[in-house]
């Protein structure tokens, strides 16, 4: 199993939708989560990150996690195109010292 | 407050040559990650930085190695290029480590021809 999984997509929603985004993750002794944002070209925005089981909010965007289920997700309410980048899941990991380990990321395209 | 600065910005390496890539990170951050990213492999983990010592390392051959200066400042070198080693390097600052938010710079685009 790969440390941080989430699905490539392409995920494509149309505006004004929620653009609902999935990661799980191997270790379960992880205690800090991430999301972040990346256009193309560009290096990665961290816009969300969660340590405790439950959702939170910031703005748009909900972080939802489960730790039982080793599973943790990206909520986007009413997306817009400036939306459309690829999010990485990032998830900090236990192996005798802690990294912060990425996912493959999912490319969201938000169509107006 | 200044973000994280890398440079240089965009790099073209002969392979066998060797590379030094920099990086500044956020003032009062004893944390610098480094990544490489690729298309096919996205953000794989390199080593870590905090207080100038080696805190950690990923799955990378010795060809790549790091240091950290006393005002955090990151050096990343790599030796023996192969065409492979073409890709996107980012550096991550972070106040405490791997648990707590890090904050990447622009990246440094190297090109091995």
């Known amino acids: 199993q790969k440390e941080v999984e989430q699905n490539s997509g392409p995920l494509s929603v149309p505006e004004g939708a929620i653009a609902s985004l999935n990661c799980t993750y191997s270790d379960r002794g992880s205690q800090s989560f991430f999301w972040y944002r990346q256009y193309s070209g560009k290096s990665p925005e961290l816009i969300m990150f969660i340590y405790s089981n439950g959702d939170k909010e910031d703005g748009r965007f909900t972080a939802q996690l489960n730790k039982a289920s080793q599973y943790v997700s990206l909520l986007i309410r009413d997306s817009q195109p400036s939306d459309s980048a690829t999010y990485l899941c990032a998830v900090t990991l236990w192996g005798g010292s802690e990294k912060l380990v990425f996912g493959k990321g999912t490319k969201l395209t938000v169509n107006p | 407050k200044a973000g994280v600065t890398q440079t240089p910005r965009y790099l073209i390496k002969t392979r066998g040559q060797q590379v030094t890539l920099s990086c500044s990170p956020i003032?009062?951050?004893?944390?610098v990650s480094w990544y490489q990213q690729t298309p096919g492999q996205g953000l794989q983990f390199l080593f870590e930085?905090?207080?100038?010592?080696?805190?950690n390392k990923g799955n990378f051959p010795g060809r790549f190695s790091g240091r950290q200066f006393s005002n955090s400042r990151s050096e990343m070198n790599v030796s023996t290029l192969e065409l492979g080693d073409s890709a996107l390097y980012l550096c991550?600052?972070?106040?405490?480590?791997?648990?707590?938010?890090?904050?990447f710079g622009q990246g440094t685009r190297l090109t091995v021809v």
């Open positions: 003032s009062g951050h004893r944390s």
């Open positions: 930085y905090f207080s100038e010592t080696q805190r």
């Open positions: 991550a600052s972070s106040g405490q480590g791997a648990s707590t938010e890090a904050f």
